[in-house]
């Protein structure tokens, strides 16, 4: 089955209703109607009027003119066409509206042979196979259009896009969020082998397997299959402690701290992993009693709106329809749907404050970034859905959460190994000293310890000893003296205490291949926040030691170049990420303003394309136009405009420039940059950028940039060549300019100042 997540239409077409007049009110005509024949009061139409022109002269035509109606919400569609089948009987009638490309669609599919029955409703084309009774969902996209030259195909009941160019499906599969899951091909002939029947899913976690079988009989068509998976198991609740820093008192805790007995640890112990064991605990005894601390359970799959009203309004709804079930009394059953109907009231009421705050925290001036990207990712279920999937141990497929566990350790720790023995090290290379000197010992002095303490970002997590940076920041005074003696013996000893070496490891994606594959997960190891301070304190040390001999390199650009030349792979990998974003903002455009929309387009979307945008600008016009592809569909997301809008319309509307146009802003900024020496050394001088002037007058272009000689195109629009063009076009005011960004930005800015109001989809109070 292929679902392809693209808006639908909130239009219907109105047969039937006669025309007396040529000035009518359709408005009020189509709201009597949903009124007294359907029973629909509350329906809100942005838009009603009748098809083609009215003619005096002809009676018929005029009676016969349908009515378009456009809602403003979907939600409201839905009911009117719910609701149709009340106007059976009379001469009225109401139908989804189609396109041209989607009509012809419905027509195919009702005269293909093998299709029994073919129908639209509510958006979507439902197809019934004639020897099997299951029905089939088609979205109404523009499949020919999408598809070029493409043919419908029917398998056991299964209906799949078949074409002949491999190009379209796959370019409209990353558009939309999608995977085709076959690669080999599906049909052979005594000449060719083409792949045919493919296999589009928005989950691959579903799919535990997948391929082609060999044909049937004498057939030259292979059948594609998949197995779903669809036994999701319930995560396990858990426990935790959780410590109000608010509501601590750190006064009494600094006191408590001052006189915690942490030197006797020296007088009773030897072994620095004792010493730093009884540190920590004296620390966690002294916290435990002066912050407040509970332990609360953790719910993988609460919502975000839950409450404790709602959970006991729930376990209230279950022991009413237990008892129910138990008694089969009308009383009981009655006490069950009050309490269904209050559980639905309090679900509905705390969504609705949910969406009323998240909106209303968008729109605050003042907020902050961690704020947003918080608010964003909450929204958008970045962090709605951090589950391992089934994992693949050879042939079994792992669900326990322990042993996935227990898979993942195995396989991180076997990425490195290293003997309990100097004997069992790795020969290294013979290594070629660059200097006599030697870092013979490292001291930890006290003002560092207490500044790194008081640097302690609160926000970060802490590892698996449990000593908050909330602690180390706001107890700095009481702590820098006892973990500067604990470091300094730590670091004449030679021994690293073990309480440090170990870590709070979380899986993480790396957001390429099958999820299901345990090499396709990086570990993120979440180490004491203590032990990040004596890491500090070493790697101070190191650094100022290979400054002060003139070790450390400034060639670090981080920029790696093929052979190729050509940005054609890198251009379609950013803009299937982008898409996949696009199609998270997509799901969500109902429930945020306009505005927010917009942010969220330029926070997560055009970042992506920004990056390294001043090297890439030399791609291809095909490359380029799917890069403004991107920004065209966030355009349309974001104003609710059909999809035939102009691209000119749509970014005056929103107040963008077209990404080239943005991408030249990069570029003659960063080569602003490199003439005021704001760049490493290793990029100033790499060119001589500037004529020398050798007239006694001055010239008309005096400040213009010598321009570089080239052979090759691929050369001759490359970043500094490109650049050097552009830069010599520009007025002598913006050349001489103290911040050529801000005067290209008001510039382009003055360009857009007109905006074009186009027709949307979303709520006037988006606006």
């Known amino acids: 089955m292929i679902l392809l997540n693209i808006p639908e239409k909130n239009t219907v077409r109105i047969f039937g209703i006669v025309q007396t007049e040529e000035k009518e009110n359709t408005h009020e005509i189509v709201q009597k109607l ?23 002269s002809d009676q018929n035509v005029n009676n016969r003119r349908p009515i378009i109606c456009k809602m403003l919400r979907r939600t409201d569609k839905m009911k009117v066409i719910a609701f149709r089948r009340k106007l059976r009987g009379l001469k009225v009638s109401i139908s989804d509206e189609l396109t041209k490309l989607n009509f012809e669609l419905l027509k195919s599919l009702q005269e293909h042979e093998l299709i029994d029955q073919a129908w639209s409703y509510n958006g979507k084309i439902f197809a019934k196979h004639k020897n099997n009774d299951i029905k089939r969902i088609f979205d109404i996209a523009d ?13 056991h009941g299964l209906i799949v896009i078949a074409t002949a160019s491999s190009v379209y499906p796959f370019n409209l599969a990353h558009r939309y969020g999608l995977s085709q899951l076959i690669n080999e091909p599906t049909r052979y002939t005594d000449s060719s082998a083409t792949l045919l029947d493919l296999i589009f899913t928005d989950n691959e976690r579903c799919v535990s397997n997948f391929g082609v079988s060999p044909p049937l009989l004498n057939l030259d068509n292979c059948i594609s299959f998949c197995k779903l998976s669809l036994k999701v198991k319930k995560p396990r609740a858990f426990q935790r402690r959780v410590w109000d820093y608010k509501s601590a008192d750190f006064n009494s805790l600094n006191t408590a701290l001052y006189n915690a007995p942490f030197d006797s640890a020296y007088e009773i112990f030897d072994d620095v992993n004792d010493i730093a064991s009884y540190t920590i605990d004296l620390i966690t005894s002294a916290c435990s009693e002066f912050i407040p601390n509970k332990i609360v359970t953790i719910r993988h799959k609460d919502k975000p709106w839950m409450s404790n009203e709602v959970r006991r309004a729930i376990r209230k709804r279950d022991r009413c329809f237990k008892k129910y079930q138990r008694t089969r009394r009308d009383e009981d059953k009655l006490y069950h749907i009050v309490a269904r109907r209050e559980v639905n009231r309090l679900k509905r ?14 729109s605050r001036e003042n907020l902050n970034p961690r704020k947003f990207w918080s608010l964003s990712k909450s929204v958008l279920g970045y962090n709605s859905d951090r589950a391992i999937p089934p994992l693949k141990d050879n042939m079994n497929l792992i669900s326990d959460d322990l042993e996935k566990a227990e898979l993942l350790n195995c396989y991180f720790s076997a990425q490195m190994h290293l003997g309990q023995h100097e004997n069992d090290l790795p020969a290294l290379p013979p290594i070629s000293f660059l200097t006599v000197e030697r870092l013979q010992d490292i001291v930890a002095v006290e003002s560092d310890v207490l500044k790194h303490l008081r640097q ?21 005074q009481s702590l820098y003296k006892p973990l500067t003696r604990l470091f300094n013996f730590s670091l004449r000893s030679g021994v690293y205490p073990s309480l440090w070496k170990v870590s709070n490891v979380c899986p993480v994606y790396k957001n390429k291949g099958d999820k299901n594959i345990i090499s396709n997960y990086r570990p993120i190891a979440l180490l004491s926040s203590v032990s990040k301070i004596l890491e500090k304190i070493i790697y101070k040390a190191i650094y100022e030691f290979c400054e002060f001999h003139d070790l450390l390199i400034t060639e670090n650009s981080g920029l790696i170049l093929n052979d190729k030349l050509s940005w054609t792979d890198h251009i379609a990998d950013i803009c299937k990420k982008c898409h996949s974003k696009l199609n998270t903002i997509l799901r969500m455009r109902h429930l945020l303003p306009r505005l927010c929309i917009e942010k969220l387009y330029k926070a997560f979307v055009r970042s992506l394309l920004d990056y390294a945008d001043v090297i890439y600008d030399n791609c291809s016009s095909a490359d380029s136009a799917n890069i403004e592809h991107v920004q065209r569909r966030a355009c349309i997301i974001s104003t609710g405009a059909i999809r035939v809008t102009k691209h000119v319309t749509l970014l005056k509307e929103v107040g963008l420039e077209l990404l080239k146009t943005r991408r030249k802003v990069h570029r003659l900024t960063y080569l602003y940059k490199i003439k005021k020496h704001l760049v490493p050394d290793y990029l100033r001088n790499f060119h001589p950028l500037f004529h020398h002037n050798t007239e006694n007058f001055n010239l008309r272009r005096h400040a213009n940039l010598i321009p570089i000689r080239s052979r090759t195109v691929a050369y001759y629009n490359s970043f500094l060549l490109a650049t050097i063009r552009d830069w010599n076009s520009l007025s002598a005011e913006l050349m001489s300019a103290t911040s050529l960004a801000k005067e290209l930005a008001v510039k382009m800015k003055r360009k857009t100042t007109t905006r074009i109001i186009v027709m949307i989809w979303h709520k006037t109070d988006h606006f």
């Open 34 to 56: 949903f009124k007294e024949k359907l029973s629909l009061d509350n329906i809100d139409i942005e838009i009603a009027h009748r098809i083609g022109p009215f003619k005096d």
């Open 143 to 155: 499949v020919k259009r999408v598809f070029g030259t493409s043919t419908t195909g029917v398998f």
């Open 349 to 362: 009421d705390a969504k609705q404050r949910y969406e009323i705050n998240i909106i209303r925290s968008f």
């Open 456 to 476: 302690s970002n609160p926000r970060k997590s802490c590892g698996p000893d449990g000593i908050s940076n909330h602690i180390l920041k706001y107890c700095a």
